[in-house]
């Protein structure tokens, strides 16, 4: 069975967010843990996360997706700046528990004129201060357009973030379709390259996640602006033989496209129907 929901709002809690996922076709939803921009998170609701957890046993809700604020930068050349990444995600990750077993998704980072090697060792030394054995969380790094010094933008930095991790087994890693399009991954004309080399460099069993966007801007752009599904570069032609690769299928899809919830859903009817 497809996987797949969207980016919804985390403002009216979780059970709030298992409604709208099934009020949309989707079976899965990816949220903000916090104001994407950083900030306090809201207390955890231990009757709405309860609530949750027998809605979404009920009515198949599969795997959810947090993302960390956008704004973290565990590579900032500014040690205050990676301390407050860290701190953010650490508590992020606790709070996680509370619904275990989930996915929970960063941007590594920028180097901003650091490099990137010093980037990925920053990036490393975040991760090895905040993951913890008995965690159930997996944590995914995204995979990024490599705009401006974003890390992350080519699968070898994945891996070599990935090597230098005591705790490798807790990370995963989300596939953005709009980034690798950016990133000058050519997922339009040589899927299946892509894909191989993908799991040469970091191994295909890594990605717990997809994210599924369109993107605004042509092959290497490396801009990161995403665009509603068939109105971008990528496709929907595509889009769907990627969701319906076989070392792809079974993975769970997210849409983040410029959409309201009419938007998404349609987006959702369409490519249930085309991937079945
Ligand atoms: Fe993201
Ligand atoms: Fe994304
Ligand atoms: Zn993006």
Redesign the pocket.
């Known amino acids: 069975m497809l996987k797949i929901g969207c980016h919804l709002s985390a403002s009216k809690g979780y059970l709030h967010m298992g409604k709208e996922a099934l009020s949309i076709g989707a079976n899965t939803f990816q949220f903000f843990t916090r104001n994407p921009r950083g900030g306090a998170a809201k207390d955890i609701d231990e009757k709405d996360v309860a609530a949750f957890r027998a809605f979404a046993e009920e009515n198949g809700i599969g795997v959810i997706l947090a993302h960390a604020p956008y704004t973290l930068n565990g590579c900032s050349a500014d040690p205050a700046i990676r301390e407050f990444a860290t701190r953010t995600m650490a508590d992020d990750l606790r709070r996680m528990e509370y619904t275990p077993g989930n996915l929970y998704n960063f941007h590594p980072g920028s180097h901003v004129k650091q490099g990137t090697a010093a980037g990925i060792d920053m990036i490393a030394e975040m991760l090895n201060s905040i993951l913890w054995q008995d965690m159930t969380t997996t944590v995914l790094l995204?995979t990024m357009a490599g705009k401006g010094s974003e890390v992350g933008g080519s699968f070898e930095e994945l891996r070599e973030i990935i090597d230098r991790v005591a705790l490798q087994d807790k990370l995963g890693v989300c596939l953005?379709t709009c980034?690798v399009s950016d990133a000058g991954y050519d997922i339009v004309n040589d899927l299946d390259g892509v894909l191989t080399r993908f799991d040469k460099v970091v191994g295909l069993e890594r990605i717990r996640a997809v994210?599924i966007?369109d993107s605004k801007n042509p092959l290497g752009s490396r801009k990161d602006r995403h665009e509603k599904i068939g109105l971008g570069t990528i496709g929907t032609g595509a889009i769907v033989r990627l969701m319906t690769h076989p070392a792809l299928r079974d993975k769970p899809f997210y849409l983040?496209t410029p959409n309201e919830l009419d938007g998404y859903a349609r987006e959702i009817a369409l490519l249930k129907e085309k991937w079945s």
């Open positions: 995204e953005d980034h994210h966007n983040e």
